[in-house]
C-alpha cells in the first residue's frame, strides 16, 4: 500500500497540477489578463503547485526531510538528469535570451539558501527574505519584458494545450486542481514516510530520490521529447526557472508556514552538491556553449553516483 500511495500520489499531484495550469492560464486568457502577466504569475506558481504541496504537507506533519528533500533534490535533478539525458540524445545548446542573467540569479539565490540553512534552521524571517526575493525577480523580468519583449513567457504560453474554452469545463479544471493537489500531497507524503520506516533510511533520502524524481519526470518527459526533435534548447531556460522557483517560491513559503530544521547530512553533503550542479550550468551559459552528448552523459552520471551516495551517508 505505502508504494500504490506514493505512486498514486505523484500520479494525483502531476495530473491535479496540470489542470490547475490550464483552468487558470484558460481563466486569466478569458478575463484579457496580458500574456506576460499569465507567464510570470499564472504558469510560474502553477507549474511549482506540486512541489509545493508536498514540501507544505511533509513540513505541517513534523517530516522537514521530505520537504527541504523534495527541494534540494528536484534542483540537483534539474540539472544533472533534466540537462544530462537529453544531451546524450542530442547537444543542447545554451544561446537563450537573458541565460547569463538568470543563471547568475540562480547561483545567487542557491548561495543564499545554503547560507540560511548553515544557521540549522529556515525561521519564518528566512523564508520571507526568499519569497520577496521571487517577487522581485518577477518584477524586474516583467519590466526588462515590457522595454525588450521577449519570446521566452509566449513559448512557455504556447507549450500550454487543451485549454477549456467554457465556463464550466474552466470552473471543472480549477475545483479538480485544487482538491487533487493536497490529496496527492497527503499520499505521497504517507507513502514516502512510511516507506523511510520501513526500510529504515531517512525521509531525507526519500525526498531527495524518490520524490524529487518523481515531480521532476513531466520536465524531463517535456525535454527528452524535444530533443528527439532537436530543439532540447528549451531545457536549459526551464531548468534555470524551476530552480529558482524551487529555492525562492517553495522554500519561502514553506519556512513562512512552519520552521524547517535542516538535517545535518544537508549541511555536510547535499547542499553542497546543489550549489555545485548550479555551478556546472555557469559555464555553458556565460559561454554560450553546447551541452554535448559526453557533457550529458557526465552530468547523467554524476547524478546516478549521488543517487548512490545518498543512501549510503
Not at 517553495?250 to 553542497?272: H, K, N, Q, S, Y
Amino acid at each position: 500500500m505505502m508504494y500504490l500511495a506514493l505512486a498514486g500520489g505523484l500520479i494525483i499531484l502531476l495530473f491535479c497540477g496540470d489542470l490547475l495550469v490550464r483552468g487558470a492560464v484558460a481563466l486569466a486568457g478569458r478575463f484579457g489578463v496580458h500574456p506576460l502577466i499569465i507567464g510570470l504569475t499564472v504558469v510560474a506558481f502553477g507549474t511549482s503547485a506540486p512541489e509545493l504541496m508536498v514540501s507544505l504537507r511533509a513540513a505541517l506533519e513534523g517530516a522537514p526531510g521530505i520537504s527541504l528533500g523534495n527541494i534540494v533534490g528536484s534542483n540537483i535533478a534539474n540539472v544533472l538528469m533534466v540537462l544530462g539525458i537529453p544531451a546524450i540524445i542530442y547537444p543542447t545548446v545554451c544561446n537563450q535570451a537573458s541565460i547569463r542573467r538568470n543563471t547568475s540569479m540562480m547561483v545567487g539565490s542557491t548561495l543564499l539558501f545554503v547560507g540560511l540553512c548553515l544557521t540549522g534552521t529556515l525561521v519564518f524571517w528566512d523564508g520571507l527574505i526568499l519569497f520577496m526575493l521571487v517577487l522581485a525577480f518577477l518584477a524586474y523580468s516583467g519590466l526588462r519584458a515590457r522595454k525588450s519583449p521577449d519570446t521566452d513567457f509566449d513559448s512557455d504560453l504556447d507549450e500550454i494545450t487543451g485549454l477549456p474554452e467554457r465556463v464550466w469545463a474552466i470552473c471543472a479544471f480549477l475545483l479538480i486542481g485544487l482538491a487533487g493537489l493536497p490529496l496527492g500531497a497527503e499520499l505521497v507524503v504517507d507513502g514516502a514516510t512510511e516507506i523511510a520506516r520501513r526500510f529504515g533510511v531517512s525521509e531525507a533520502a526519500i525526498g531527495l530520490t524518490i520524490i524529487s524524481i518523481g515531480t521532476s519526470l513531466p520536465e524531463l518527459a517535456t525535454t527528452v521529447v524535444a530533443a528527439f526533435r532537436r530543439q532540447a534548447d528549451v531545457a536549459v531556460g526551464n531548468v534555470i526557472g524551476s530552480n529558482l522557483f524551487n529555492i525562492l517560491a517553495i522554500g519561502g513559503i514553506t519556512a513562512m508556514v512552519v520552521d524547517l530544521p535542516v538535517p545535518e547530512t544537508f549541511m555536510r553533503f547535499d547542499l553542497w552538491v546543489m550549489l555545485a550542479a548550479a555551478l556546472l550550468v555557469v559555464p555553458f551559459a556565460f559561454m554560450r556553449a553546447t551541452i554535448t552528448r559526453l557533457a550529458g552523459v557526465i552530468f547523467t552520471g554524476f547524478y546516478v553516483a549521488y543517487l548512490f551516495a545518498v543512501f549510503q551517508i
